[in-house]
């Protein structure tokens, strides 16, 4: 449906005057040969069938319309089980019906030269009983109730719940649960699964002290804490290959109820850097929720990190680097020009503008962007149904 033309565009005697000549450039992550680094963020929309809660064709409309030759995609918040589901309408990959569904997506996302990986998020204790299979409490590294209200079926808002602390023989279930779910999700036809490791989900619950009060080898020290995360990372590695595996961090996190330390953030990503180097993922992404927009979205009058979490990364950990996070493309383009990243990774850019990297390879500026992705209300589709192309897949298109 687009024509992007980027590979044409380098090889054409007016590339130098391109305005993103780093972001524009072509890359490979892993397995992916991408022909430019304007990555697509994991972007709940909460728009999957009601029931099945598998991908309909409205959503294949929309990875597809944000799909180009040689671009990336991360999918959406996908539960890897049943006992990790969080959101109404939010997809899966335990099921056959998930699993037909993404099969969709994939093939259109495949169809214009794209790649996609699927982003696997356990929801922890970010979940509800009502949400989890026999009314189950939701799992966690420590019984400790998130604050605030969570959406259950049929709409309704409650009061989150004290999750179950797991027990120690129970982790190695959890990680295997992961790397079934890797598995499926390239049945699926995805080209490689990301990790969420951020957003207070579970994998973060077990990174942070203030919700890992564990005792055992999977909390205290810096180690102990990541251990869970290192765990998952290298079992879906082994099982699919690590240049099929990426992996999300978040910083400056402020979400239900978890606000970490700057301190400790640091002295996680000092550890995790140089281990994460080791295994030769596809790549990291370090988001940051420290800039304008975001911190206000989430109350804050001020971002609560100072340090940038991007360059204090890159010092520590020497692979494949993408970051995310409030930037604009001209932002993006000096973070790859001077070496801090290798990749740039867009969320709310792609909501309303489909063709994100057509647009940046015609030169369009941040500000002529269409701004409209920042509209909250349109984020997240009705949990009983209903009309969901508003705000998704209704953008008008513009040709550069
Ligand atoms: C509507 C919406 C849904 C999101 N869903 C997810 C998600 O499922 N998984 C995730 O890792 N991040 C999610 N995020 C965070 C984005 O992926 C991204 O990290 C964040 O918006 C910062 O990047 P940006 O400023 O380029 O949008 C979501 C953000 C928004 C606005």
């Known amino acids: ?54 991908p309909t064709d409205l959503v294949k409309l929309y990875y597809s319309q944000r799909a180009t030759d040689g671009g990336l995609i991360i999918s959406e918040g996908t539960a890897p089980s ?5 959101y109404v309408r939010a997809p899966g990959v335990w099921t056959d019906a998930h699993i037909e569904g993404w099969k969709k997506v994939t093939e259109a996302v495949h169809a214009k030269g794209g790649y996609i990986f699927c982003q696997l998020m356990h929801a922890g204790r970010i979940s509800h009983s009502n949400l989890l299979p026999g009314n189950q409490l939701p799992v966690a590294p420590s019984a400790i109730k998130p604050a605030g209200d969570i959406h259950i079926t049929g709409g309704k808002k409650v009061q989150y719940e004290e999750p179950r602390a797991l027990k120690t023989d129970e982790v190695p279930i959890i990680v295997q649960e992961f790397v079934t779910a890797a598995r499926r999700a390239l049945d699926g036809g995805f080209d ?8 207070g989900y579970l994998p973060q619950q077990f990174l ?3 919700t890992n009060l564990r005792t ?38 402020t979400f239900s109820g978890l606000v970490e330390p700057e301190d400790d953030s640091l002295a996680q990503l000092a550890y995790l850097g140089p281990e994460l180097e080791k295994r030769k993922l596809a790549y990291v992404c370090l988001s940051s929720l420290n800039y304008e927009p975001y911190y206000q979205y989430l109350g804050l009058k001020e971002p609560n990190f100072k340090t940038d979490v991007w360059r204090y990364f890159r010092n520590v950990y020497k692979g494949y680097l993408m970051i995310n996070g409030g ?7 000096e973070y790859v020009a001077d070496g801090t990243a290798d990749a740039v990774i867009f969320g709310v850019p792609f909501i309303a503008n489909a063709n994100l990297p057509e647009l940046l390879a015609a030169g369009y500026s941040s500000e002529q962007l269409n701004q409209g992705g920042w509209q909250a209300k349109v984020w997240y589709g009705n949990a009983l149904g209903g009309p969901d192309e508003q705000g998704y897949t209704d953008w008008p298109l513009v040709k550069p």
């Open 1 to 54: 449906m687009y024509r992007f033309e980027l590979m044409e565009a380098a090889n054409n005697p007016m590339a130098s005057a391109m305005k993103y000549q780093k972001l524009l450039s072509p890359t490979k992550a892993g397995v992916c040969e991408l022909k430019h680094r304007v990555v697509m963020s994991a972007l709940t929309r909460l728009r999957n069938d009601l029931i099945s809660e598998s």
């Open 82 to 86: 049943a006992g990790g589901r969080g």
């Open 192 to 199: 490689g699964v990301e990790i969420h490791a951020g957003n």
């Open 208 to 210: 942070a002290k203030e």
């Open 216 to 253: 055992d080898q999977y909390g205290g020290s810096v180690e102990n804490r990541a251990r869970f995360v290192l765990e998952v990372t290298d079992a879906i590695a082994g099982a699919i290959g690590p240049d099929r595996l990426g992996i999300k961090f978040q910083q400056g996190v």
């Open 327 to 333: 930037l604009t493309p001209e932002k993006g383009d």
